[in-house]
């Protein structure tokens, strides 16, 4: 009889790229993989090899959502036929971590970012004590957990003493010969030759702002798509407006990560300008990092640790400092005037894309599997 995994997050399972590798690596090994998320009102529908489930909350923000989330998650997984448990981000942590105990199971902790340090926190410092306790009484009791980069890895190792494997979020290797057409982003779609892209979170911190108002100093054959959706969605689609710049915008809303890269590999630069505001953007490695790496497009992206790592061993763009639109249009015209380093990072992509790829970077998992084995045997 196969083994079964339950691999739980909080959010609906439709953009969560990495939940879904993570899923394929533990399918290919044989095991019944289900995956757990919420249902949101709007929630596009999932088709995958194998099973989801989504659970429906009463509450969608602030203490109450997170309380319910790992209440019902914890009865789900309690009453569940199980051997092992997976838990994404620090928010789901709870309900795992009590569910695996009362079970006898093996748990495995998968770390996206520094949770405690997100932007949403750093200000709210009771809120943020609170997820920093819940932290401390229970990753040092975990054997082995994952984290999304090297220097996170360190960081918690050195914090809680549990051993942290890194496993970056690395795209699957893209067939992009496929012929499937999107719609035209723009009105004048002619008119638009060189389209910059942004991809993720609309959340505070991530330089969006600066990337809208850059295009008021270029010409109006650039255009600017924004892919995703979050908190400042509503904030950014009216700073657009007020600058009447609705015909070289354009938001597609969230897109499942199935059909991301259509729109990924038309752009000429992608960007991911991250604020500092907190250790977790300061060491973040962003996916839409490499996804515009596999889609052959090159990256603007903020001079910070890990990302500079990238960009620098690889040759595939060019990390930048500015502070405001004027400074980042200006960025953007040195490339376009500087064409034959522009085909050099574009060619650096493709093959970067050889080596950052999940087909290597999967083989991680093997020892964490490695490591919760001989811990169940002792324990």
Same mark, same amino acid.
């Given at each position: 009889?196969?083994?079964?995994? $339950?691999?739980?997050?909080?959010?609906?399972?439709?953009?969560?790229?990495?939940?879904?590798?993570?899923?394929?690596?533990?399918?290919?090994? @044989?095991?019944?993989?289900?995956?757990?998320? !919420?249902?949101?009102?709007?929630?596009?529908?999932?088709?995958?090899?194998?099973?989801?489930?989504? $659970?429906?909350?009463?509450?969608?923000?602030?203490?109450?959502?997170?309380?319910?989330?790992?209440?019902?998650?914890?009865?789900?997984?309690?009453?569940?036929?199980?051997? &092992?448990? $997976?838990?994404? =981000?620090?928010?789901?942590?709870?309900?795992?971590?009590? %569910?695996? !105990?009362?079970?006898?199971?093996?748990?495995?902790? =998968? /770390?996206?970012?520094?949770?405690?340090?997100?932007?949403?926190?750093? #200000? !709210?410092?009771?809120?943020?004590?609170?997820?920093?306790?819940?932290?401390? /009484?229970?990753?040092?009791?975990?054997?082995? %957990?994952?984290?999304?980069? =090297?220097?996170?890895?360190?960081?918690?190792?050195?914090?809680?003493?549990?051993?942290?494997?890194?496993?970056?979020?690395?795209?699957?290797?893209?067939?992009?010969?496929?012929?499937?057409? $999107?719609?035209?982003?723009?009105?004048?779609?002619?008119?638009?030759?060189?389209?910059?892209?942004?991809?993720?979170?609309?959340?505070?911190?991530?330089?969006?702002?600066?990337?809208?108002?850059?295009?008021?100093?270029?010409?109006?054959?650039? @255009?600017?798509?924004?892919?995703?959706?979050?908190?400042? +969605?509503?904030?950014?689609?009216?700073?657009?407006?007020?600058?009447?710049?609705?015909?070289?915008?354009?938001?597609?809303?969230?897109?499942?990560?199935?059909? &991301?890269?259509?729109?990924?590999?038309? %752009?000429?630069?992608?960007?991911?300008?991250?604020?500092?505001?907190?250790?977790?953007?300061?060491?973040?490695?962003?996916?839409?990092?490499?996804?515009? *790496?596999?889609?052959?497009?090159?990256?603007?992206? /903020?001079?910070?640790?890990?990302? !500079?790592? *990238?960009?620098?061993?690889?040759?595939?763009?060019?990390?930048?400092?500015?502070?405001?639109? *004027? +400074?980042?249009?200006? &960025?953007?015209?040195?490339?376009?005037?500087?064409?034959?380093?522009? #085909?050099?990072?574009?060619?650096?992509?493709?093959?970067?894309?050889?080596?950052?790829?999940?087909?290597?970077?999967?083989?991680?998992?093997?020892?964490?599997?490695?490591? &919760?084995?001989?811990?169940?045997?002792?324990?």
């Amino acid at each position: 009889m196969k083994k079964r995994v $339950i691999v739980s997050v909080s959010n609906d399972l439709v953009a969560d790229h990495r939940v879904h590798k993570t899923c394929l690596y533990f399918y290919e090994k @044989g095991y019944d993989v289900w995956l757990v998320g !919420r249902a949101l009102k709007h929630s596009l529908p999932v088709y995958r090899i194998y099973r989801t489930h989504r $659970i429906r909350l009463l509450f969608h923000k602030k203490f109450l959502f997170y309380a319910e989330l790992n209440i019902r998650l914890f009865f789900y997984l309690l009453f569940k036929k199980v051997d &092992l448990l $997976i838990s994404n =981000d620090l928010d789901t942590l709870p309900a795992n971590y009590f %569910a695996s !105990r009362l079970k006898r199971i093996s748990l495995l902790y =998968d /770390s996206h970012e520094y949770f405690t340090e997100v932007p949403e926190l750093v #200000h !709210r410092k009771f809120v943020q004590s609170i997820w920093k306790r819940i932290e401390a /009484s229970i990753v040092p009791k975990l054997p082995v %957990a994952i984290t999304v980069n =090297d220097s996170l890895a360190q960081m918690y190792e050195k914090k809680y003493g549990t051993k942290f494997i890194s496993i970056r979020n690395v795209p699957i290797k893209a067939n992009f010969s496929t012929n499937e057409k $999107i719609p035209p982003f723009f009105t004048n779609e002619k008119q638009i030759t060189h389209l910059l892209l942004y991809q993720g979170s609309l959340n505070i911190g991530r330089g969006i702002e600066k990337l809208i108002d850059c295009m008021l100093y270029l010409d109006p054959n650039f @255009g600017l798509l924004i892919i995703g959706s979050g908190d400042m +969605e509503q904030q950014l689609k009216k700073q657009v407006t007020d600058l009447n710049l609705t015909a070289r915008i354009h938001f597609t809303g969230k897109l499942p990560f199935e059909s &991301l890269h259509l729109y990924t590999r038309k %752009a000429f630069l992608g960007f991911s300008l991250e604020e500092n505001l907190g250790l977790n953007y300061f060491y973040a490695l962003p996916n839409k990092l490499f996804d515009y *790496i596999h889609a052959g497009v090159p990256v603007v992206c /903020s001079d910070f640790p890990e990302m !500079r790592n *990238i960009v620098q061993k690889y040759n595939i763009g060019v990390t930048t400092y500015a502070n405001n639109g *004027i +400074e980042l249009a200006k &960025l953007i015209k040195e490339i376009c005037q500087n064409v034959e380093l522009y #085909h050099t990072w574009k060619n650096n992509c493709k093959l970067a894309s050889e080596e950052l790829c999940w087909e290597k970077e999967k083989s991680k998992y093997d020892e964490c599997l490695q490591i &919760l084995s001989a811990y169940q045997k002792n324990d």
